[in-house]
């Protein structure tokens, strides 16, 4: 309970389009996520059972951006980048559109338990 309590107030209702084809999830606003893509793109880390909605949905038909590396606790990692049309980040009523966000699938996704299904970028902490 403790734990939902400290996670609740950074968790964000999210709508993912690409191609005209939208999944809802529900993202999490990481002040530690500072992964940039290519020196400019903040990038967002789906858990494995939103990965497969997307991929269902036709999200990774195209071509990824590239790859990049991040460092982890257990030594180096990689993601393969994805750009989608737009995502929509509701907070307190309002929605905001971040368009053509980047969005980075791992080697081996992870579930992220009930309370969330995207790590959403630092960036985005002011929506």
Partial sequence: VFEK???YPFTR????TCKNKKVEAKGLI?????LIFNGDFAVCVPCENLVKKMKQKGFFDEQSL????FKTASGKS?????????MLIYCNGKSNIIKRPKIGIGVSSESFGDDFEIILSAAY???
Wanted: charged share 20%; aromatic share 10%.
């Fill in 78 to 86: 990689f993601l393969k980048i994805y750009e989608i049309d737009e």
């Fill in 5 to 7: 309590t400290l996670v």
């Fill in 13 to 16: 209702q999210c709508v993912l």
């Fill in 66 to 69: 590239g790859e990049m590396s």
């Fill in 30 to 34: 990481d002040s530690g996520n500072h």
């Fill in 125 to 127: 902490a002011q929506y």
